[in-house]
């Protein structure tokens, strides 16, 4: 979903350098991850889901030499 | 869902601003030198050379400049730099007669960040305070934008995208760090997460 996000702006050469899972407790940097809302996630998945809930990635791509006008929709 | 843009800065500059005031308070999340060095391959040499008062406040989620470091001369940006662990490693790449530009929208960071400029005295990084979705540079200025573990904070991150194309010369490269979601977890639980992660 994130190459395409990215694809659809107008890059190219995307590469997915990297991945790791990300756990429960280490989403709690981001805001959106309240405390009640990975109480429902806990509760809801199996616990050997809860190390790796979402997936930090290493994403590369480049600008073409010749871009064909401004960037589009995403 | 609709996204109350304004409240979600606000709580996210809060977040960071704690990291940067304190950075060793014990967060739930990891920060720091140790942290980038054990779970997301920082060479420990390279930020040796980092003053604590960088790399302590460190929350990315990988390593963007794995991939491959700026060159001498080069113009870098950096989405969301917070302290500037990386735009920081980013300025000695590219040396006296290149460029770094480490946007954030948080007043402390940015604080932080110029006091980390003088007392490293690594003046060609330049901190401005903007957002991901509107950078504060011209069109085709730069040759690298490097983003960690930022643009899932962002309501809108196909203008992420944008404004980063925007940004770059021809042949600029992106190189980012970010979380995705996994595709299995609940669907209700999912539908919120998914505003806020790529």
């Known amino acids: 979903v994130l190459a ?17 899972p990300v756990g429960l407790d280490e989403l709690a940097r981001y805001p959106v991850f309240t405390e009640e809302l990975r109480q429902v996630l806990r509760e809801a998945l199996p616990e050997r889901r809860h190390a790796e809930l979402v997936w930090a990635v290493t994403l590369t791509a480049r600008k073409p030499e010749n871009p064909k006008g401004d960037a589009h929709d995403g | 869902m609709t996204v109350d843009t304004e409240r979600l800065r606000e709580e996210i500059s809060k977040v960071y601003s704690e990291v ?10 990891h920060t720091g030198a140790a942290y980038a060095i054990e779970r997301l391959g920082y060479a420990p040499e390279v930020l040796a050379v980092l003053p604590d008062a960088v790399t302590g406040p460190f929350a990315g989620v990988g390593n963007p400049l794995a991939m491959g470091m700026p060159r001498t001369g080069e113009t870098v940006v950096d989405i969301g730099a917070g302290s500037g662990m990386d735009a920081f490693l980013a300025g000695r790449a590219v040396g006296p007669r290149g460029r770094v530009v480490a946007v954030d929208m948080t007043e402390v960071m940015l604080e932080r960040g110029r006091d980390n400029v003088a007392l490293t005295g690594l003046h060609q990084i330049e901190f401005r305070k903007g957002w991901a979705e509107v950078l504060p540079m011209a069109d085709a200025s730069a040759d690298l934008v490097i983003s960690n573990g930022v643009i899932n904070l962002s309501p809108d991150k196909a203008q992420v995208f944008r404004e980063a194309f925007r940004v770059l010369k021809p042949g600029g490269r992106l190189q980012l760090a970010d979380i995705v979601v996994h595709k299995d977890i609940p669907p209700a639980a999912r539908e919120d997460i998914a505003i806020w992660t790529a």
């Open chain 1, 4 to 20: 395409k996000k990215v694809s659809n702006v107008g890059f190219e050469a995307i590469e997915i350098a990297d991945r790791r």
């Open chain 2, 20 to 29: 940067a005031c304190d950075p060793k308070k014990g967060y739930h999340f």
